[in-house]
């Protein structure tokens, strides 16, 4: 009959289609470990679960992306904020699961999943046998919590005004951002600062004790290098560098005089690298004054990820869209080393 | 290459012929849209009967993927969805009720689970660009969902009720009255799911899934004279939505939405003369819930005149003159504050039937809109019924979409310098018959400029700039067959679309555009037992902008039938079984879409 012939032409047009598009992707990793190299975060979409890690080598050679899925057979979160590293242990917070995932910093197998008392985590800091997570939902909750890094039990937290974002451990104490970068009501939508405020925690009462810096430009970063922290400020005409002395909760200032909107600052060896919003990256010795006037390398992209390693620059031109792209520069004369594709939204590089 | 040229070399090709092409008027039935007939002269629309919204209940995203051309973007059944038209994005597709753009004057797109699915007399789908009548957004298509009041047909009602999957129930009530001067007509709808379906398959719970809504309808049209009708229509929405979570401990985020429409027109139709004066007054109001509390609350006053008259029996000629005005309240984070904009808008269109197989329509429109310039929009539409089994059509047109509020003013990042995203783009339809069956293919090409794209700008925030250019072309077709013999009635039709879409910086297909897509619906009556079955085939879609198989949907097809009977003339059951390949499927990256589901309806006419 007419209608099952055409009916039959239909299902051969479907089959036709289904024949000559492969099926699903298949992807097998090579089993391996990951001692020897760095892991490169990648936060993924906002509202999807397509957080990921990758892993490159150490000689660079090497890299393998989604390995987080390819070692536990799951999908890792929403927005991979930060990585940090504990023992034989790597603790993966995930924003907006409201989350941390606790693997092994080897095997990359999971060995805890962290929820109690999260929300909208940020970054981690570990202290003795303790761990302390920064909270923000720019809402009610602005807080750091502390866990015992033994059982990933929760133990207290401690509430600031503003603002809650890096968190590291300096000479036995637990430094905060409590400042950070505002936006004005109208186009351009000038930066403005929320205050300008780190605060130490001290991890046995959690008592707070804030500093206030002098109110140059806004707070960009904070890292932790050979017992002290370090604070980036910028503003439209100078950069700040402040040196805390966390148990006098005094500090020092380097003055970039002429480097403006310095947005990211790390360490490695005895020198400063920082970036600013045109991703021009300088270099300076830890102890020197004299500040740089040429950028060591202009990176491409929008620099979302940065982080200086084993004499190493690495930089990501993170895509939402997409795969994001990886530049490793030389830290000392700024050449190209190799480039290569990441997850989505790439955001962080972790020597392991 | 301009207009007039190209419509000269048109006309020299064909031969002239004197015949009366002018279309005579129906005056039992008052159309809101008054417009929709006459592009119904150029221009393929499919039409979907309330019958045919009925069978994919659950959300407007359901009747368009089974039913449309249009590709629908789904964060999981019921929650945040967009269309694309031949590879477009959401907001260049215009939604319009009873003629009116209703796409959110914030987001510039139409969130299609937040529109009311019940209560329309026809569901029109479009292809292609109609700005010149239909206004801004209106470049990959349009979806028209409009109401007709009818006259002398007395006292009829329905009541229908439905029973689904996933804890979904569905209630429906429409009555309606006319006599030879009056006709009232007024549904209601509820409807609930609690949506916590599971796909083991891909390890998903369709948690924090839940949604409800509600809508009423009211249309009333008065003949104040001989040939003038007073009429007006109402639609009040209210829904509650929450947003699925992959995990027990994700953030849960809920969007609450309110929206009323009322129109009035007035209208004259003389067999020379028709106007129709509309006033309207739309009203979006959302609230969302979630780590960040926003919401917004969208005013539009519109004010519309169209003018149709007949030169002679061959030349008409159409003036439709709008002001609009458009005030916007964003509340919690987006900033935006207080902002309304005036937009003015003047459009001409002239029709030349030169036989009664040949004519042509030339239209130019002018927006007058308050902070920026916007183009002068044009469209050229030509068809030419060749012979008995063949006709063809030829479509070319200017279309844009103004920034939104949210482009224009969000904080931070909102760019007060955009300029309108604008396009060009030919169609063509060729249209064969066979018997009992009618081909209909249409090839076309779009090119939109000036798109509009969020970008990093390094401090922080993003922002939007009038950066990208996207090519799209491709190709639409339609089988349809209908036959009746005895007391069996079968009806078929079947669409294949073949979308490229390209963005011209990456010259990489543009994500969540298929290349293929095939659906077919199929309709068997005998007697008081109908079936039907639905089926629909999605290929290869990427879903990021580098063509990644990795992060790419894979081919699937779905099918869903059902079966219904109507006892003693009145009362109908039926029952639906949706999916029943039980496919594991995705619009969206990481959103699966039920597997088999059921569901019981029962219907009474009275």
Not at chain 2, 33 to 61: C, E, G, R, Y
Request: with cysteine; hydrophobic share 35%.
């Amino acid at each position: 009959m007419k209608i099952t012939r055409f009916l039959q032409l239909i299902f051969a047009f479907i089959l036709l289609f289904n024949v000559s598009c492969t099926s699903d992707f298949e992807q097998t990793l090579e089993p391996i470990t990951y001692e020897n190299g760095y892991f490169i975060t990648n936060e993924g979409s906002f509202n999807k679960p397509d957080a990921e890690v990758s892993f490159v080598t150490q000689d660079l050679n090497f890299l393998q992306n989604d390995i987080y899925k390819a070692n536990n057979n799951e999908n890792l979160g929403d927005v991979l904020q930060t990585m940090a590293f504990n023992g034989s242990k790597a603790y993966l917070v995930l924003n907006n699961s409201n989350a941390i995932q606790v693997v092994d910093r080897v095997t990359f197998k999971k060995q805890a999943t962290v929820t109690t008392n999260l929300v909208n985590p940020r970054y981690i800091a570990f202290s003795g046998n303790q761990y302390f997570v920064t909270n923000n939902n720019f809402g009610n909750v602005i807080q750091l919590n502390a866990y015992n890094v033994a059982d990933n039990s929760y133990v207290s937290n401690v509430s600031f005004p503003r603002t809650a974002e890096k968190v590291v451990e300096a000479g036995g104490k637990i430094i905060v951002q409590t400042d950070g970068v505002t936006y004005g009501p109208a186009p351009n939508f000038e930066e403005l600062p929320t205050g300008h405020t780190v605060t130490i925690v001290t991890p046995s009462n959690m008592s707070k004790l804030e500093i206030t810096l002098p109110s140059n430009g806004i707070i960009r970063d904070l890292i932790s290098y050979n017992g002290d922290a370090y604070v980036l400020a910028s503003g439209n005409t100078n950069s700040y560098i402040y040196k805390i002395n966390s148990s006098a909760g005094t500090f020092t200032t380097t003055t970039l005089t002429g480097i403006t909107k310095a947005q990211k600052l790390r360490i490695d060896s005895n020198k400063f690298y920082f970036n600013d919003n045109t991703n021009k990256i300088y270099s300076m010795n830890l102890t020197s004054t004299t500040v740089p006037t040429n950028p060591l390398v202009t990176s491409t992209g929008n620099a979302y990820g940065f982080n200086v390693i084993d004499g190493r620059i690495f930089v990501s031109d993170a895509s939402f869209t997409g795969p994001s792209k990886v530049n490793v520069y030389n830290a000392s004369n700024g050449l190209l080393l190799t480039t290569f594709n990441a997850g989505i939204g790439t955001n962080g590089f972790y020597k392991n | 290459m301009d207009i007039k040229r190209f419509s000269a070399l048109l006309f020299v090709s064909f031969n002239f012929s004197l015949c009366f092409g002018q279309e005579k008027s129906i005056d039992t039935v008052y159309i809101f849209d008054n417009q929709m007939n006459k592009v119904k002269l150029f221009h393929k629309v499919t039409t979907l009967a309330p019958a045919d919204i009925q069978k994919n209940s659950s959300n407007l995203s359901e009747v368009l993927r089974f039913q449309s051309p249009v590709y629908i973007k789904e964060n999981g059944r019921g929650a945040v969805s967009s269309p694309s038209f031949r590879g477009t994005t959401a907001q260049q597709t215009a939604f319009t009720w009873n003629g009116i753009n209703i796409n959110s004057q914030f987001l510039g797109q139409g969130d299609v689970n937040n529109i009311a699915l019940f209560g329309y007399d026809q569901m029109e789908i479009k292809s292609g660009g109609g700005s010149v009548i239909y206004g801004s957004g209106a470049i990959g298509g349009s979806i028209h969902l409009n109401n007709d009041l009818s006259f002398n047909k007395g006292f009829s009602g329905t009541f229908n009720s439905e029973i689904a999957s996933f804890g979904t129930f569905n209630n429906f009530l429409k009555a309606s009255f006319s006599n030879d001067k009056f006709s009232f007509k007024v549904s209601g709808n509820y409807l609930i799911s609690q949506n916590d379906y599971e796909v083991p398959e891909e390890n998903y719970i369709n948690r924090n899934g839940k949604y409800h809504n509600t809508t009423y309808n009211v249309g009333i049209s008065y003949k104040i004279a001989k040939n003038q009708t007073i009429s007006w229509q109402s639609q009040f929405y209210d829904a509650t939505q929450n947003y699925p979570i992959f995990t027990e401990n994700g953030n849960k985020s809920r969007y609450e939405a309110q929206t009323l429409r009322s129109l009035i027109s007035w209208d004259i139709n003389k067999s020379k003369l028709s106007n129709s004066l509309k006033a309207a007054y739309t009203e979006d109001n959302f609230q969302y819930f979630g780590t960040y509390n926003s919401g917004g609350i969208n005013k539009n006053y519109i004010l519309k005149n169209d003018f149709n008259y007949f030169i002679s029996p061959k030349w008409n000629v159409n003036i439709i003159g709008e002001f609009q005005q458009n005030q916007g309240e964003g509340v919690g984070t987006s900033g935006i504050g207080n902002v309304n904009r005036n937009v003015g808008s003047v459009a001409g269109l002239l029709r030349y039937f030169t036989t009664l197989n040949l004519r042509f329509e030339a239209g130019i429109k002018k927006d007058f809109v308050e902070g920026f310039s916007s183009p002068v929009l044009y469209s050229f539409s030509g068809k030419w019924q060749a012979t008995n089994w063949y006709n063809f059509n030829l479509n070319f047109s200017k279309n844009y979409r103004f920034p939104s509020f949210n482009d224009l003013y969000w904080q931070p990042g909102g760019n007060p310098d955009l300029k309108p995203e604008n396009s060009i783009q030919a169609d063509m339809n060729h249209e064969f018959k066979a018997g009992d069956f009618k081909l209909t293919i249409s090839p076309y090409y779009i090119r939109i400029n000036d798109m509009i794209r969020w970008l990093d700008t390094g401090l922080g925030y993003w922002s939007p700039f009038n950066t990208n250019k996207v090519e799209s072309y491709g190709l639409e077709s339609q089988l349809t067959y209908e036959k009746q013999f005895n007391q069996h009635f079968i009806k078929l039709n079947a669409g294949y679309i073949y979308t490229k879409s390209t963005d011209l910086e990456t010259q990489k297909q543009l994500t969540y555009v298929p290349l293929h897509k095939v659906f077919g619906n199929a309709d068997y009556q005998y007697k008081f037992l109908k079936v039907y079955a639905q089926g629909m085939f999605n290929g290869l879609t990427y879903t990021t902008s580098d063509e990644s198989r990795k992060y790419a949907l894979y081919p699937y097809f779905v099918l869903n039938a059902g079966v219904s009977a109507t006892l003693l003339k009145k009362y109908i059951v039926g029952i639906k079984v949706n999916n029943i390949t039980d496919t594991v499927y995705k619009t969206v990256a990481y959103y699966p879409l039920p597997k088999r589901n059921y569901s019981i309806t029962a219907s009474i006419n009275f």
